[in-house]
């Protein structure tokens, strides 16, 4: 983080670009989001970041559970912040602004999770319920399974 700090503040950060694959991906993710609260916004390309939500697409495969469960995971989440808003409209204000682009494999359990997430946002942003940007892309010609998504076989 420091050296990525060191960086931006020598050349304010127009050069400079985080990109990761997997874990690398995760730690890139989280400079960013750490330079972005501080107002610097800087290029992502992260392939393959582990996605925290469970992979709801690989678990159940029913459209219309998947979408229910998605929804009431939103309502917890929003009355959850509801009732949480001393100072968390600062950080997310700060953040919003911050576009990284997304490669995931759809077949790839520990990632592909951002496609349902975003898919999601896009629904609620349909129904009037905020915006939502992202730069996402799917690999359509994805290799099944983690290993083979990973090149490990």
Not at 1 to 24: E, P, Y
Not at 128 to 149: F, H, I, M, S, Y
Request: proline share 5%.
């Amino acid at each position: 983080m420091k050296a990525v700090q060191d960086m931006v503040t020598a050349d304010g950060g127009s050069n400079l670009w985080l990109t990761g694959h997997s874990l690398g991906a995760a730690i890139a993710m989280l400079v960013g989001r750490t330079m972005a609260k501080a107002g610097k916004f800087l290029e992502a390309f992260l392939f393959n970041p582990p996605c925290i939500s469970l992979p709801v697409d690989h678990i159940i495969k029913g459209k219309k559970v998947k979408d229910g469960l998605r929804f009431a995971a939103t309502a917890y989440d929003n009355n959850k912040k509801q009732r949480k808003r001393i100072g968390n409209e600062d950080t997310f204000a700060a953040i919003s602004g911050w576009i990284p682009r997304i490669f995931v494999n759809q077949k790839d359990p520990v990632c592909s999770g951002y496609i349902g997430y975003f898919e999601h946002r896009k629904k609620l942003q349909d129904l009037g319920a905020g915006p939502t940007e992202a730069n996402v892309a799917v690999d359509q010609w994805a290799k099944p399974g983690l290993n083979r998504a990973h090149n490990l076989e």
